[in-house]
């Protein structure tokens, strides 16, 4: 390999290809990207080894030779950037599958799934293990140097191994020497099948994070026999996906998971990889310095940015744009069935659509507001040769990223202010900041077009009372402009309802604000798992602490909280799918109080009066109420610009208030700047990826199903 960096399995919704043929052409631009940034081994997303192993009805298998000649066009794309590999991950995924032709060890059904699985006989075991490894033939005819064989997060092969799920009594369960007899069956047969220098990488799941999971000893039995049976590298599995703890979220510190790895390294001679938020060079450079792991693994990082390894061996990791972990535009999308994209690069997943060409009109654009949406127009239309100056009337770059970055757990959004600040300087954007620019400044300053990205304003709470000194907007709380007492009411339980409620938890606002990195350090890994009773020795089965759960605590700040929301359904219903769990725990742990299906009355000395759904009247004796009540679109300067006949683009809040979404924002404003030469005012809206056929057939059933 010609680095230690590997870039980790993740699904990208690209894997089944597109028309009759099943292309694989966007896939292959997608990996030849990651390839040409430097990456050491790329490792696909999960591919089916048989029909009951795909993730879902018709999702990737490799199974025949069409299916070989198929992905030749992937690995060719990859061989093309000299020195880069690529692994074909065999993923079955067993009782996670979405499909009634599941299959798992025993007939026990997923928490997170909603079909019950078959239980496999002794014979079917035998031909699953035969599906491998032709399955691994097969992509070695394909073209791939070699195969990640997916042991961990949940999946069949784990499923077998731990007694959660395994409760077999035959040649195949009881004893742990039965339990993982599959998986050392399986690497034994790919390495009798494969030529020698064929790698053969184990995801070995080291951390369940799952009552009745594995104990360390018997992890480091499996690691060893493993070694055993052939196999080339042990990476590192973190976690099942049924586990209450989180693994790759924004809250979790970099690197926090490291130290199993490293506790590994005594027991076996072959390279091992770590995982989990390692995001930047400097925490790479740690891992590996420290002795934990012979090489790292991201996967999400290389959404972000395809030119991380090369912008890293340049010197110039500041230009790194950093994967902030917010899940919304990866994980998400796939949960959606959509395409995996990322928040703070559009492009990933979208390598032949959305394409930064040189400009050959190049025009003089002014961009007022920066904050995501004029951030990112600025810069890619800098990029592609167009002359830009960019407004705002703040003092610094970042927008409402400004606000966020101060809440506990998202410090990581310094980073993309950082890049986006650094990103201006090497594309040539001219910043006025400080500046309040008027109409007849952009009409005098000889512009082609006006891009608006004035972002939103607050609204209020619309009830007698609003004015009263008590009543505060969100944005006075995180700007730490205002004074917050000890007992307080969130009044909205949205995106940013949940984020002032555990600002204030952590008593974030008795800080002091941190301008370029936060002023106080983020959560150290061991805080970290002592909150979430994750046990290092791993001495019980899983890694996790008996009394694992959600059990209610106390706020760290000492203050009584509540969260308050019009409607009558769990708070924080529209927060991300695999993150908004956490949110909701974080929250509950500290005790914050969360109340649905208010009716708010009027505001007065005594507190916050409301009407609760049957009508009763309650009053909330607090010394605070925080508004996160939604925004309203901020563009005065729309009107004026278009009566005067000039070219004005609205995208980003300015464009539409809903929520305060950064994920649009960026896709908004970095494909108009894709196209603005021939782009229409009118037409912004239009300016998003189009949705794929399965993931509007989601929508639908998903929005039936909520109507019911």
């Known amino acids: 390999l010609r680095n230690r960096v590997l870039m980790g399995s993740m699904h990208c919704g690209l894997e089944e290809g597109e028309g009759f043929g099943h292309s694989l052409e966007k896939l292959a631009a997608y990996f030849a990207e990651r390839a040409k940034g430097g990456v050491g081994l790329i490792v696909t997303g999960g591919i089916a080894p048989n029909n009951a192993g795909r993730a879902y009805p018709f999702a990737a298998a490799m199974i025949s030779e069409s299916d070989a000649r198929r992905h030749r066009v992937v690995t060719e794309a990859?061989?093309?950037?000299?020195?880069?590999?690529?692994?074909?991950?065999?993923?079955?995924?067993?009782?996670?599958?979405?499909?009634?032709?599941?299959?798992?060890?025993?007939?026990?059904?997923?928490p997170i799934n909603f079909f019950t699985p078959r239980a496999l006989s002794s014979a079917d075991v035998e031909r699953t293990i035969a599906d491998f490894v032709r399955c691994a033939v097969l992509a070695q005819e394909a073209g791939y140097d070699g195969v990640e064989v997916m042991g961990s997060e949940g999946y069949l092969i784990n499923q077998f191994i731990a007694k959660r799920t395994n409760h077999r009594t035959d040649e195949w369960g009881g004893s742990y020497e039965n339990r993982m007899?599959?998986?050392?069956?399986?690497?034994?047969?790919?390495?009798?099948?494969?030529?020698?220098?064929?790698?053969?990488?184990?995801?070995?799941?080291?951390?369940?994070?799952?009552?009745?999971?594995?104990?360390?000893?018997?992890?480091?039995?499996?690691?060893?026999?493993?070694?055993?049976?052939?196999?080339?590298?042990?990476?590192?599995?973190?976690?099942w996906h049924e586990a209450r703890v989180p693994t790759i979220a924004t809250s979790v510190p970099r690197a926090a998971f490291s130290w199993v790895t490293g506790r590994m390294k005594s027991s076996v001679k072959l390279p091992l990889v770590a995982t989990n938020r390692i995001n930047t060079p400097e925490v790479a450079e740690a891992v590996l310095g420290s002795g934990d792991a012979d090489m790292v693994s991201m996967a999400r990082p290389f959404l972000a940015d395809p030119e991380f390894v090369n912008k890293a061996a340049a010197g110039t990791p500041e230009r790194i744009n950093t994967c902030i972990g917010c899940n919304q535009a990866c994980l998400d999308h796939i949960f959606e069935m959509k395409p995996a994209s990322c928040l703070v690069n559009p492009r990933a997943g979208y390598e032949t659509e959305l394409v930064y060409t040189p400009t050959e009109q190049p025009m003089s654009i002014a961009v007022v507001g920066a904050g995501p949406a004029g951030l990112a127009c600025s810069t890619v239309a800098a990029g592609r040769g167009h002359s830009v100056t960019l407004f705002d009337a703040a003092s610094a770059i970042g927008g409402q990223f400004n606000l966020a970055k101060q809440v506990p757990g998202k410090e990581e959004f310094y980073e993309t202010i950082r890049y986006f600040k650094h990103e201006l300087a090497h594309t040539g954007v001219k910043v006025n900041l400080g500046t309040r620019v008027t109409e007849q400044e952009l009409l005098d300053g000889g512009f082609d077009a006006v891009v608006l990205a004035t972002g939103v304003s607050p609204r209020g709470l619309d009830i007698p009372g609003s004015d009263h000194p008590k009543v505060v907007s969100y944005v006075d709380v995180l700007s730490r402009s205002a004074s917050v007492g000890q007992r307080v009411a969130v009044v909205g339980a949205g995106g940013i309802g949940f984020d002032v409620s555990e600002f204030l938890l952590h008593g974030a606002d008795r800080e002091p604000e941190g301008k370029d990195a936060p002023a106080s350090p983020p959560q150290s890994v061991d805080s970290f798992l002592r909150e979430w009773e994750i046990d290092r020795e791993v001495a019980g089965g899983g890694g996790l602490a008996r009394s694992n759960g959600d059990q209610q605590g106390a706020s760290d700040s000492g203050r009584n909280i509540y969260l308050l929301?019009?409607?009558?359904?769990?708070?924080?219903?529209?927060?991300?799918?695999?993150?908004?769990?956490?949110?909701?725990?974080?929250?509950?742990?500290?005790?914050?109080?969360?109340?649905?299906?208010?009716?708010?009355?009027?505001?007065?000395?005594?507190?916050?009066?409301?009407?609760?759904?049957?009508?009763?009247?309650?009053?909330?004796?607090?010394?605070?109420?925080?508004?996160?009540?939604?925004?309203?679109?901020?563009?005065?300067?729309?009107e004026p610009l278009q009566a005067a006949g000039m070219p004005t683009y609205k995208i980003g809040g300015a464009f539409v208030a809903a929520e305060l979404d950064a994920k649009r924002a960026i896709d908004q404003g970095s494909r108009l700047a894709a196209e603005i030469e021939t782009a229409v005012p009118e037409n912004v809206g239009e300016l998003a990826a189009a949705l794929p056929l399965q993931a509007w057939l989601f929508q639908k059933i998903v929005s039936r199903g909520m109507a019911k």
């Open 565 to 638: 929301q019009r409607k009558k359904g769990k708070h924080g219903a529209g927060l991300g799918k695999t993150t908004g769990w956490i949110h909701r725990s974080v929250l509950k742990k500290g005790g914050v109080q969360m109340i649905g299906g208010v009716g708010y009355s009027h505001v007065d000395d005594e507190g916050l009066h409301f009407k609760l759904k049957g009508g009763e009247m309650q009053t909330l004796d607090v010394d605070t109420i925080v508004v996160c009540a939604g925004q309203s679109s901020f563009a005065p300067l729309e």
């Open 78 to 110: 990859v061989h093309a950037h000299d020195g880069a590999k690529i692994a074909m991950q065999i993923l079955h995924t067993g009782r996670y599958a979405y499909s009634p032709m599941s299959v798992a060890p025993s007939k026990r059904k997923a």
């Open 181 to 239: 007899r599959l998986p050392v069956r399986i690497v034994e047969g790919i390495r009798e099948a494969t030529h020698k220098d064929f790698l053969i990488v184990y995801r070995l799941s080291m951390l369940d994070l799952v009552d009745e999971g594995s104990s360390w000893d018997e992890i480091v039995t499996l690691a060893q026999a493993i070694e055993a049976a052939g196999a080339s590298i042990i990476n590192t599995g973190i976690g």
